[in-house]
């Protein structure tokens, strides 16, 4: 997410050095929106609630909730998540356009606790979400949960054939990904436009994989990863 990306003003009158029972215990949340028509939707929404208090740049670092609002997962979103992940005193939510099998494995890994889809972000899930985490509870959708849950369990089924062998460690989701694409005779510009990174990103991950596991080029570590169950 670039340098730009923007966040909603506080109310006015609203009083973020104070204790949150002093603010009726409303839920301190800074929205994260590179596109400010996406901030804005989201924002609308919220300021509506009596439970939620918008904050600005100077109290971001002490909301209990915040909300990053995408399209899609790229290097710049999950930048951003990795960054917020490092606050302890926030938790992260993500309002997302669209959201696959991998990419949702990727902002898990980046402590993302709860997701919604932007099509589905009406103020009432809005609120839910919000409230949820700032609970401590997660929020997933039913399809992403299955998928998820699919996906650690066919992990740890070919562990539990081969504990002493290759790992889900092997290769990350991302590895595991971009090699199934390379698999289907993508090229680097290709692959880079299907998973939403970088071209140089792509080179770099399939370089780290081949160096890792020591092996010639990509075709060799697609033969590889097929070889041993891990795409």
């Known amino acids: 997410m670039t340098a730009a990306t923007q966040r909603e ?8 050095g104070a204790s949150r029972s002093a ?3 409303r839920v301190p949340v800074a929205v994260y929106a ?3 028509i996406l901030r804005l939707g989201v924002v609308q929404q919220l300021r509506q609630r ?3 208090d918008l904050v600005d740049d100077a109290d971001r670092e002490q909301a209990d909730v915040s909300l990053v609002v995408v399209d899609n997962v790229d290097d710049d979103v999950t930048a951003l998540l990795h960054r917020l992940r490092h606050n ?3 938790r992260t939510g993500l309002v997302v356009g669209t959201l696959g099998t991998g990419a949702l494995q990727r902002v898990i890994e980046c402590g993302v606790a709860a997701v919604l889809r932007r099509s589905e972000a009406d103020q009432d899930k809005l609120l839910h979400l919000v409230l949820a985490m ?3 509870e997660g929020v997933l959708p039913g399809d992403l949960l299955g998928k998820l849950l699919s996906h650690v369990g066919s992990s740890l089924q070919r562990s539990a054939l081969d504990p002493g062998g290759l790992s889900l460690s092997t290769l990350t989701t991302r590895e595991a990904d971009m090699l199934r694409l390379v698999s289907e005779g993508l090229d680097t510009a290709e692959i880079a436009r299907k998973t939403a990174y970088s071209e140089r990103t792509v080179k770099n991950v399939l370089r780290e994989i081949t160096t890792r596991l020591q092996l010639r080029n990509r075709a060799h570590a697609v033969g590889y ?3 041993n169950g891990l795409i």
């Open 225 to 227: 990863a097929v070889r």
């Open 9 to 16: 003003p506080a109310r006015t009158g609203s009083t973020h």
């Open 134 to 136: 700032a609970n401590g």
């Open 50 to 52: 009596p439970e939620v």
């Open 34 to 36: 590179a596109d400010p």
């Open 88 to 90: 302890t005193v926030t």
């Open 23 to 25: 603010r009726t215990s």
